[in-house]
C-alpha cells in the first residue's frame, strides 16, 4: 500500500515521534517521574499491553510476531519471553534505539529484531501474530483498513490492534491537548466509531476472510484506546 494520504501521515509520526517527542516518550515509558497527565496515560498504556499480550497465546514458542509500532519495545520484550520470534518496527530510529538499549540481552528461547521503517515492508515476511498497540490512531480510518488487509496478507494467526473511539469524552481531551505547548503536541489522533470500523473491515475483499471478535476500551485519565481482535473467520 502506498497510497499518498498514509506516506504523508507517517511521514509526521516519524518526524514527531523521532524528534520532537523523542525524549519525552522516552521518559513516559519508563519509570522516570513526569506530569500527573503523563502518569495516567502511562497507567493507560501498560493496562492496554496487558489486555493485548492477554489476546495471545501464553506459550510463543516457534511462532512470529510483528509488533508493529513497537516504540520503546517493552511488549516485543514480553512476547520474546514467551518464545515468540519477533520483528518490532517504529518509524522512529531514535524509539528504536532506546528500545535496542533497554532490551534484556536474555530472552530464553525467544528473540526480538529491533527495525526502523514501515510495518508495511513485505520483507518483514510471514508472522503468526500481529500486534499494531496505537500505531493507527493517527491515520484516517480508511488507511486504517488498508493498513489492516497489507498486514492481513501476510498473518496466519491474530491481528490485535487499537484505535482511538469516536466519544464526547476524547473528543474534550483532544480539545483540551490543543492548548498544550505546540512542541509537546502529537500528531492529531482519528476518532472512529467500533460500529463505523467494522463495516470499513467487513467490506474490504482483502479482509474477507477476517473477522472482529474481542473489543475493549480502557479509559484512564487522559488515556483512552479501544483494542479489537481480528481472527481468520
Aim: aromatic residues 6%; glycine residues 8%; neutral net charge.
Amino acid at each position: 500500500m502506498q497510497d499518498a494520504s498514509y506516506q504523508e501521515r507517517r511521514g509526521e509520526i516519524e518526524t514527531y515521534f523521532d524528534r520532537t517527542a523523542a525524549d519525552a516518550w522516552s521518559k513516559l515509558t519508563s519509570d522516570a517521574k513526569v506530569s500527573k497527565i503523563r502518569e495516567t496515560v502511562r497507567a493507560g498504556r501498560d493496562d492496554m499491553r496487558r489486555t493485548l499480550l492477554d489476546w495471545l497465546p501464553a506459550d510463543l514458542s516457534g511462532k512470529r510476531l510483528l509488533d508493529a509500532g513497537c516504540g520503546t519495545g517493552a511488549l516485543a520484550v514480553e512476547a520474546a519471553r514467551r518464545g515468540a520470534e519477533v520483528v518490532a518496527i517504529d518509524v522512529a530510529p531514535t524509539l528504536i534505539e532506546i528500545a535496542r538499549e533497554r532490551a534484556p540481552t536474555d530472552l530464553g528461547q525467544g528473540s526480538v529484531t529491533f527495525q526502523a521503517g514501515d510495518m508495511l515492508d513485505p520483507a518483514h515476511g510471514q508472522f503468526d501474530h500481529v500486534v499494531a498497540m496505537d500505531s493507527l490512531i493517527h491515520y484516517c480510518p480508511a488507511d486504517v483498513v488498508k493498513v489492516l488487509a497489507g498486514l492481513a496478507e501476510r498473518t496466519s494467526g491474530s491481528i490485535l490492534f487499537t484505535f482511538a473511539p469516536k466519544t464526547v469524552p476524547l473528543a474534550i481531551m483532544h480539545a483540551v491537548g490543543r492548548f498544550f505547548p505546540r512542541g509537546d503536541r502529537a500528531p492529531a489522533i482519528e476518532p472512529v466509531s467500533i460500529g463505523k470500523l467494522g463495516s470499513l473491515i467487513v467490506a474490504d475483499p482483502c479482509l474477507r476472510r477476517w473477522a472482529p471478535k474481542r473489543t475493549r476500551r480502557i479509559a484512564v485519565g487522559f488515556y483512552m484506546s479501544q483494542a479489537l481482535e481480528l481472527l481468520p473467520a
